[in-house]
């Protein structure tokens, strides 16, 4: 396949500034599987089905596209919070008086979550059980360039529900999927009999969301949540892993609370953009850059009773 031919390399003015190492958080930090770095520095990945490449210039984000893409501006527009309504909600998290998550913001200025696709955002997660972010990339990535449609030079789409409930076995071996292959391909065939599903989940709110998507074959509590933020930009949803099971234990005191009462905590304490809070926290801590001080918290809540 013919090498892909690039535009120039273009500014894409944000509402905040994305230094380097923001960007090669947001990029590469759990969010979405799909990004690569290059020799010369950039990020070069597919988002829906637009290839990109993204770049910190010398006066602000850059970015550039195959040529012929006409729509590559205005999606990757969407997709990094051009507009600033995430800046918005970071400047309302509760920063001041909580002097971890102040640290953990400082330590990423202008991270933000990242608008993905629902069903990228889906299969993404599906294969990120008990995975870490390089391997879940390798199995996103054999997916896509074994079973997804080709969008010129090296470049592939997700493949659809259909191709891989109707994959081979052997194929979804080679994805390196190992038990998740079972769950990808049971999620395919419950949502081939659905080709509305997106639309009728992101028309639902968000515990109905929660609990259709936990529906799914390999969709956990965690998964669910990570879909909802990542996927159908529901920043109140607050996933729990294990990076942040380890920030809100150390920083926060809550040893030996479980996940369900430390997304609760999580959805109280930093209120209509949790999720981009957690993201805060999360890189801080995976990083290593999460503050020792202690936030005072309330007293453990009562376990929650599971969603009907």
């Known amino acids: 396949m013919a090498p892909v031919e690039w535009t120039s390399w273009r500014p894409l003015r944000l509402a905040e500034d994305v230094p380097a190492g923001t960007l090669a958080e947001q990029m590469d930090g759990g969010q979405s599987f799909r990004w690569s770095l290059a020799d010369d520095g950039s990020w070069v990945g597919v988002f829906g089905r637009t290839p990109a490449a993204v770049r ?5 984000l850059e970015w550039r596209s195959p040529k012929g893409a006409t729509h ?69 990535a054999a997916l896509a360039t074994k079973l997804g449609e080709p969008l010129g030079g090296d470049f592939h789409a997700l493949p659809s529900w259909e191709a891989i409930a109707g994959a081979e076995e052997s194929v979804l071996r080679a994805c390196s999927l190992g038990y998740r292959a079972a769950y990808l391909r049971g999620t395919a065939k419950e949502l081939l009999a659905r080709p509305r599903w997106a639309d009728e989940f992101a028309a639902l709110e968000t515990p109905a969301l929660l609990a259709e998507l936990q529906s799914l ?92």
Request: net charge positive.
């Open 56 to 60: 910190s210039g010398p006066h602000g």
């Open 72 to 140: 590559a501006e205005e999606a990757l527009r969407r997709y990094l919070d051009v507009e600033g309504a995430q800046a918005r909600l970071s400047e309302a998290l509760p920063w001041r008086s909580d002097p971890v998550l102040r640290s953990a913001r400082a330590a990423y200025p202008g991270l933000r979550i990242l608008r993905q696709d629902p069903h990228e955002a889906l299969i993404g997660f599906l294969c990120s059980s008990n995975k870490r972010i390089l391997q879940i990339r390798v199995m996103v």
């Open 217 to 308: 074959p390999g969709v956990g509590p965690k998964v669910a949540a990570c879909v909802a933020l990542f996927g159908f930009g529901r920043l109140e949803s607050f996933p729990v892993d294990t990076w942040v099971v380890q920030a809100l234990a150390d920083a926060y005191g809550l040893r030996g609370w479980k996940p369900a009462q430390l997304e609760q905590f999580g959805q109280a304490h930093f209120g209509a953009a949790a999720g981009l809070a957690q993201q805060y926290l999360f890189s801080a801590a995976r990083n290593g850059r999460l503050s020792r001080a202690v936030v005072s918290v309330p007293k453990k809540p009562a376990r929650p009773r599971p969603r009907k």
